[in-house]
Antibody
Framework: QVLLVQSGTEVKEPGGSVRVSCKTS????????FAWVRQAPGQGLEWMGW????????KYAQKFQGRVTMTTDTSTSTAYLELRSLRSDDSAVYYC??????????????WGQGTLVTVSS | QSVLTQPPSVSAAPGQKVTMSCSGS????????VSWYQQLPGTAPKLLIY???ARPSGVPDRFSGSKSGTSATLGITGLQTGDEADYYC???????????FGTGTKVTVL
């Protein structure tokens, strides 16, 4: 059974940074990519980028370039998202999602439970 | 602003059928596979359809997907109260070099 378990709720001040973890089990970690997707309150899904668990290659959405870092730790089968220079509009639920990806297709077949990040002074 | 447009809401009585559209362009839906995700209230999204019309193991055949040109459609037959959720389409956008999601459609069972 594939499981993605994320870290708990975070409350951060504007200008700070947050690190969210996503611990996986039930499959070979390095065979898949990870995407991070966020959802502001009452809003839709927003793709932030992806990372290859095989070689650490990343692709970030232009909107987050310079503020985001995605990493993985193959020894613990865990993916991480770090977002810096936080603003109030970064308040959202952040999801990790396992990505099945080939040269022709990609989709998100398993999701973490989500991590609520609140940015407030 | 999302590049994929979905109707805000659709509704039908139990047992009936609903369909919802996802409209894009040649840089996304027109040249890439579409996936669909179901988000029940207060939960994480769940993969419902991938590669336009394929269902993951465990997804009932009441759910179906199709694509034509720069639009995709999700259909639900035999509507159940448990189908009340938000539904999102998603695909790769070759111009943006990014994954994109639709604006989302809320399904209400009357």
């Amino acid at each position: 059974q594939v499981l993605l378990v994320q870290s708990g709720t975070e409350v951060k001040e504007p200008g700070g940074s947050v690190r969210v973890s996503c611990k996986t089990s039930g499959y070979t970690f390095t065979r898949y990519n990870f995407a991070w997707v966020r959802q502001a309150p009452g809003q839709g899904l927003e793709w932030m980028g992806w990372i290859s668990a095989y070689n650490g290659n990343t692709k970030y959405a232009q909107k987050f370039q310079g503020r985001v870092t995605m990493t993985t730790d193959t020894s613990t089968s865990t993916a991480y998202l770090e977002l810096r220079s936080l603003r109030s509009d970064d308040s959202a639920v952040y999801y990790c999602a396992r990505e099945t990806s080939t040269s022709e297709t990609n989709y998100f077949d398993n999701w973490g439970q989500g991590t609520l990040v609140t940015v407030s002074s | 602003q999302s590049v994929l447009t979905q109707p805000p809401s659709v509704s039908a009585a139990p047992g009936q059928k609903v369909t919802m559209s996802c409209s894009g362009s040649s840089s996304n839906i027109g040249n890439n596979y579409v996936s669909w995700y179901q988000q029940l209230p207060g939960t994480a999204p769940k993969l419902l359809i991938y590669e336009n019309n394929a269902r993951p193991s465990g997804v009932p055949d009441r759910f179906s997907g199709s694509k034509s040109g720069t639009s995709a459609t999700l259909g639900i037959t035999g509507l159940q109260t448990g189908d009340e959720a938000d539904y999102y389409c998603g695909t790769w956008d070759s111009s943006l070099s990014a994954n994109v999601f639709g604006t989302g459609t809320k399904v209400t069972v009357l």
